[in-house]
């Protein structure tokens, strides 16, 4: 084994431990385990979702051969013992879990997906019924993923394990052609591949060069910035965020009339697991935050580009700039939320929290439906979001039409096309995208889509309060479906002639207005019911 000390100046007391078979000394500091395989060994398979929040699952490694969500573990707490990280995993068993989750769709962005494959990885090797997916859906509950919605990661272990439902085996696959889907449907260009799914995808924050000074959010409008993340933190006075006792509720009220339907829907955060994060070079161009992926529109690229070109200029030295998981629920862009009601003939009034090209987006899909933009204090609203706007017209029409668990066809302004069943506990969807390119990319994009909108008419909301502050700063209070709450999900995908277009913003429409009229229309979401 190799030894590899990482700084230990002087007579400081040091740490050992062995990572990923090479043995490392490093600063007996205060930092996370985290922090010292990121930003001290350069070990960036464990990812930062949510640190020091412990809730996301991202960064979870190996101690002793137990999975541990390194973020909130004290290195100290692992000293002399044997930390394995994605990249530490025995090469054949590490290729095959990659391969799998490629060969399903399980990854998309690929951010989530190096703590999930290396928590399977262990539980696979523990042995039991290949076939039963109960202890799968129980190791998952220490995850989130934003993207695939969970059932392609469980027939990825039919893959490698052997289950009775592992539908998928080696197939010859165009990668270039899949990641063509994958940026029209996540709206920014990606890659597909095995790597990917080991969390290569190019991550800023993982390309960032490792003498780079780190910077973070001061809660005052500054920055503090410093040798490490852990003297960043400890500098600007970063207190751990938390979730809070009061319900989440709809800030807006209904418009008065006679309608046949009225939706209220709530706060809700986009919850993508790559926090915001760049660096710069003095003089030079920031990274860009969007990476292998764009967040469905929840990221605003270049919003901390600026900062880290300053403080690179500043300092005369590359800088790292990091949001917190509490950064991202504070400031970054949220859904905007309506109070509406609709008339048999689809007309009706829609009153929106204020959001630049809001009206529009909802005129386009329902011209006979008055917009109302209404200034209310809370966190920023964005019409980049996932069909922002428009499905939320497309599920007020399907209301009117009388719709109750099965949708008409939902055509997306980019062109796709797709309607959703809800049927014995199950949805079902068709959709109509062009050009499929790569059948398995779709279909992974679509699930992740009909989970997310499960998710928003059933669970997800953010309490804030009148003066407007978010009070739900931890991930798991977003009410994200975990993969034992997410209902089976069937895909049918019709290959048309045309084009290649976004399918998946249709079906995520679709499937929203399926989910809600089928437990029947109640005006208020989170409906807080399942199927």
């Known amino acids: 084994m190799t030894d590899v000390p990482t700084d230990p100046t002087d007579d400081a007391p040091t740490i050992e431990l062995v990572v990923d078979g090479r043995t490392v000394r490093v600063p007996d500091d205060g930092a996370s385990l985290l922090e010292v395989l990121r930003d001290r060994v350069g ?43 994605v990249d530490g995993l025995d090469p054949g068993v590490r290729e095959r879990w990659a391969g799998a989750l490629c060969a399903t769709g399980g990854s998309q962005c690929g951010f989530c997906t190096p703590g999930i494959l290396t928590r399977l990885a262990a539980l696979a090797e523990k042995g039991g019924d290949p076939a039963e997916h109960a202890p799968v859906h129980r190791a998952l509950q220490a995850h989130l993923c934003r993207c695939t919605g969970w059932q392609t990661i469980v027939e990825a272990w039919d893959e490698v394990t052997g289950g009775v439902d592992a539908p998928f085996g080696d197939v010859d696959r165009d990668l270039d052609a899949a990641a063509r889907r994958a940026g029209i449907e996540g709206g920014a260009p990606q890659r597909v591949g095995p790597e990917v799914a080991l969390g290569r995808g190019g991550f800023a924050d993982d390309t960032a060069p490792g003498d780079a000074l780190v910077a973070v959010s ?54 993508y697991l790559e926090v915001d994060a760049t660096w710069c070079e003095p003089g030079g161009t920031p990274a860009s935050s969007l990476a292998n ?27 790292r700039v990091l949001w917190s998981r509490e950064d991202a629920v504070r400031l970054g862009p ?16 829609v009153r929106v929290v204020r959001t630049p090209g809001i009206a529009e987006a909802i005129r386009s899909h329902a011209p006979g439906l008055e917009v109302v933009e209404v200034d209310v204090a809370g966190p920023p ?34 062109g796709g096309r797709a309607t959703a069943t809800v049927e014995d506990g199950r949805i079902r969807v068709v959709v109509t995208a062009g050009e499929v390119l790569d059948p398995v990319v779709l279909r992974s994009y679509v699930i992740g889509a009909a989970h997310m909108a499960y998710g928003w008419v059933t669970s997800e909301a953010l309490t804030v309060d009148d003066e407007g502050a978010v009070h739900d700063l931890t991930i798991r209070s977003f009410g994200v479906p975990r993969a034992v709450d997410t209902p089976p999900i069937d895909v049918e995908i019709v290959d048309a002639a045309g084009p290649p277009v976004n399918g998946s913003d249709a079906a995520f429409a679709a499937v929203a207005a399926a989910v809600w009229l089928h437990q029947g229309g109640p005006t208020d979401w989170p409906t807080r019911g399942a199927l």
């Open 334 to 349: 949220k859904r905007p939320p309506i109070a509406a009601g609709v008339r048999a003939d689809g007309t009706g009034i």
């Open 43 to 85: 070990a960036h398979g464990p990812k930062d979702g949510c640190s020091p929040q412990g809730q996301c699952g991202c960064c979870t490694v190996l101690v002793d051969g137990a999975p541990r969500v390194s973020c909130v573990t004290p290195v100290r707490r692992v000293a002399g013992r044997t930390v394995t990280t």
């Open 381 to 414: 609203t964005s019409v980049h979001l996932r069909a922002a706007g428009w499905a939320e017209a497309a599920i007020l029409l399907a209301a009117a039409a009388g719709a109750a668990g099965e949708v008409g066809e939902v055509a997306a302004p980019g």
């Open 218 to 271: 001061d809660g005052a409008g500054g920055w503090s910035v410093a040798e490490t993340l852990v003297e960043a933190r400890r500098s600007a006075g970063k207190v751990q965020g938390r979730r809070t006792t009061a319900a989440a509720a709809p800030p807006l009220d209904l418009p008065d009339g006679d309608w046949v339907a009225t939706l209220r829907t709530s706060w809700v955060d986009p919850a």
């Open 293 to 319: 992926g764009g967040a469905f529109g929840g990221k605003v690229d270049g919003v901390l580009g600026g900062v880290a070109r300053e403080l690179a200029d500043r300092h005369g030295r590359p800088v």
